[in-house]
Structure formats: structure tokens, C-alpha cells
């Protein structure tokens, strides 16, 4: 079965501060999507960043990087230099030709930006 | 702002009746998806169209249906409400099947 794992419920952390969130996954397919999606208090989704299993560098979007092992199965989402505008759930999800491309969702990180 | 327009953004309504949700995907986009998120919860897959015709299914109950008409907007309808059924429905458009999701604001139902 295709899951996703995202073994931290809820992160605190100061503004300024970098954080690192885990996100873990299993598939046996080897071509196949990441992403991070952001969810405030508005409960709005906005996709953070995306990943294709293919690509060997890791993606990057402003303050907010990701760490892609393919080997290990592991894409962590590193953000930087903490805004209080970062205080949001963080959901990690992958799709594949397997999942019949329909994101499979991890259960979400609360991240809260502490000023 | 993503571009994918859901009306309305809130809808309260008692148990028993039926709503319809509606979602303008953004331009261009031929494939919609339905989201259903209950309160502290992940979001579950209920349903997708492609250019008009159902592509996937997920945990839709039999009393949802959806349909995406010849503009590309789509449609969620749900009947027989019950108060299970409060969540937040979000609906969501790519370009093409494998490629990031955009999603709407949302419709959160409240049934009572």
C-alpha cells in the first residue's frame, strides 16, 4: 500500500529560527510527484513546493527547501528563517501512475511560529 | 488568490436536505478534483473529472454525485445531509493529470 508518514503532529519553533519537517513515504514505483502543502488558519491548501522523483536536485522556493531521498524514501521540507506567516498545517503528499495519479496525503504537522 | 473559484463559502443547512457546491476551475484546466476535509482532519479523495468525464473515484458516498460540464466548471451535489456530512469541501484543478493541484477556498458546510 502507498502511505505517507509524517511523524511529527506538531513543531513549535521561534520566528527567525529554521525548522525541518519529515515526511516519509512507500511506493514501489520509481517515477512519481512530491509536494508540501500549506494549510493556515484560513484553511486554505497552497502548495509550498514540488518535487518529480526523477530530478536528483532538490527543489527550492524562496525560504522553503526540501531534502529528497529517493533511497531512504524521505522528503523533509526545510524552511528558513521562520515567519510568523508560517504558522499553518503542513501536509506532504506524492501521487504515481500507481495511485492512478491522486495525491496520497500524510496526517499533517501543526507548525507554530512563536514571536 | 489560485485562480480556482468555489461557491459558496459557507452553507449551513439541517439534516435531510440536499445542497449543490460549485467550483470554476482556473482557465485552462481540464481536470477537477473534489476534496472532502472534516474538522482536524487530513482531506479524502472523493472525486475527479477530466474534460468532462469521471477519470477517479475515492470514498464518495452514494448520496454524492459530481459532474463537470462542457465549461469545465463542476459540480458536487450531496443529499439525505447528515450531520456527519459537515467538512469543508475544497475543490482543486490541474492542467493535466500528474501535475500540482491548485485548490480552492473551500465550502464549509454546517448541517444542523
Known amino acids: 500500500a502507498q502511505t505517507v508518514t509524517q511523524s511529527q503532529p506538531e513543531m513549535s519553533v521561534q520566528e527567525a529560527e529554521t525548522v525541518t519537517l519529515s515526511c516519509t513515504y512507500d511506493?514501489?514505483?520509481?517515477?512519481?510527484?512530491l509536494f508540501w502543502y500549506k494549510q493556515p488558519p484560513s484553511r486554505q491548501m497552497i502548495l509550498v513546493i514540488r518535487?518529480?522523483?526523477?530530478k536528483q536536485q532538490n527543489a527550492t522556493e524562496n525560504r522553503f527547501s526540501v531534502n529528497f531521498q529517493k533511497a531512504a524514501k524521505s522528503f523533509s521540507l526545510k524552511i528558513s528563517d521562520s515567519q510568523l506567516g508560517d504558522t499553518a498545517m503542513y501536509f506532504c503528499?506524492?501521487?504515481?501512475?500507481?495511485?492512478?495519479?491522486?495525491?496520497?496525503w500524510g496526517a499533517g504537522t501543526k507548525l507554530i511560529i512563536k514571536p | 488568490d489560485s485562480g480556482v473559484t468555489q461557491t459558496p463559502k459557507h452553507l449551513i443547512t439541517a439534516t435531510g436536505q440536499r445542497v449543490t457546491l460549485r467550483c470554476s476551475p482556473r482557465?485552462?484546466?481540464?481536470?477537477v478534483y473534489w476534496y472532502q476535509q472534516s474538522l482536524d482532519q487530513g482531506l479524502q479523495f472523493l472525486i475527479q473529472?477530466?474534460?468532462?468525464?469521471?477519470?477517479a473515484k475515492g470514498n464518495i458516498l452514494e448520496r454524492f454525485s459530481a459532474q463537470q460540464f462542457p465549461d469545465l466548471h463542476s459540480e458536487l451535489n450531496l443529499s439525505s445531509l447528515e450531520l456527519g456530512d459537515s467538512a469543508l469541501y475544497f475543490c482543486?484543478?490541474?492542467?493535466?493529470?500528474?501535475?500540482?493541484?491548485?485548490f480552492g477556498q473551500g465550502t464549509r458546510l454546517t448541517v444542523v
Open positions: 518535487q518529480e522523483a526523477y
Open positions: 511506493t514501489s514505483e520509481n517515477n512519481y510527484y
Open positions: 482557465s485552462g484546466d481540464l481536470s
Open positions: 482543486a484543478s490541474s492542467p493535466r493529470t500528474g501535475m500540482y493541484l491548485f
Open positions: 503528499a506524492f501521487m504515481t501512475w500507481d495511485s492512478n495519479y491522486q495525491l496520497i
Open positions: 473529472y477530466y474534460n468532462g468525464e469521471e477519470r
